[in-house]
Every structure is written in structure tokens, then in C-alpha cells.
């Protein structure tokens, strides 16, 4: 089992960037590092949906197309922590973001993940 709790959230304007952290807590005898872990969000009255994920050594990551490059996963196996660097943010990228970690294969699907955080909203303005 695995603790996660996002931070990093709040209001910006159309343009700006934020970064959000995912700390880790994982049992006793398991480490960050042997989890692979993606980033999700949810906006108002949508369905959760896929951002980007990261292997567990951080040397594979993955995009949803709708993030046009702008954004940025990335982990420190180290701090036991998960980033998400998001640039040039759109009103559209408003929504609760989740971390999300599965000892298994990273990948687009929800289902595939085993532990989720709390969320942390994110308020893109025009």
C-alpha cells in the first residue's frame, strides 16, 4: 500500500505555470521507486481523464495529445515525490488533479492504477 497526497494547486491566469507534487508514503518493505505513477483530472460534471505517466525510474514517460506539450511529469525517486510541471495553462485545464500509482505497467487507463490521492484543484482563469 501506498499514501499519496497531491499539493500544489490554486488559481492562475491563462499563460501562467504551475507545479504540482504527489508525496509518497509507501508500507513497510515497498519504496516509491517501484511504482510507476500517472497524473489524472477530473473537471466539473467530466469524466476523469488521463494526463501523463512516468515508469518507475523515471526514464519512460507518456502524454495525453490533449496536453499539447505543455506539460511535464517527472519524479524524485529520492523525496519519495511525483511532479507534474504544467506551462502555459488554458481555462480548459481547470480541474481536480490526482496522482495516481500502480505496481504494475503505466498507462492511460484509470483501471490500471491501484492508489490515489485526495486530488488538487487547479483554476485556470481567462
Known amino acids: 500500500q501506498v499514501q499519496l497526497v497531491e499539493s500544489g494547486g490554486g488559481l492562475v491566469q491563462a499563460g501562467g505555470s504551475l507545479r504540482l507534487s504527489c508525496a509518497a508514503s509507501?508500507?513497510?518493505?515497498?519504496?516509491?521507486?517501484?511504482?510507476?505513477m500517472g497524473w489524472f483530472r477530473q473537471a466539473p460534471v467530466k469524466e476523469r481523464e488521463f494526463v501523463a505517466a512516468?515508469?518507475?525510474?523515471?526514464?519512460?514517460?507518456f502524454y495525453a495529445d490533449s496536453d499539447e506539450g505543455r506539460f511535464t511529469i517527472s519524479r524524485d525517486n529520492a523525496k519519495n515525490t511525483l511532479y507534474l510541471y504544467m506551462n502555459s495553462l488554458k481555462p480548459e485545464d481547470t480541474a481536480v488533479y490526482y496522482c495516481?500509482?500502480?505496481?504494475?505497467?503505466?498507462?492511460?487507463?484509470?483501471?490500471?492504477?491501484?492508489?490515489w490521492g485526495q486530488g488538487t484543484r487547479v483554476t485556470v482563469s481567462s
Open positions: 509507501a508500507a513497510s518493505g515497498r519504496t516509491f521507486s517501484r511504482y510507476a
Open positions: 495516481a500509482a500502480t505496481r504494475g505497467s503505466y498507462g492511460r487507463e484509470s483501471a490500471a492504477y491501484d492508489y
Open positions: 512516468i515508469s518507475w525510474s523515471g526514464g519512460r514517460t
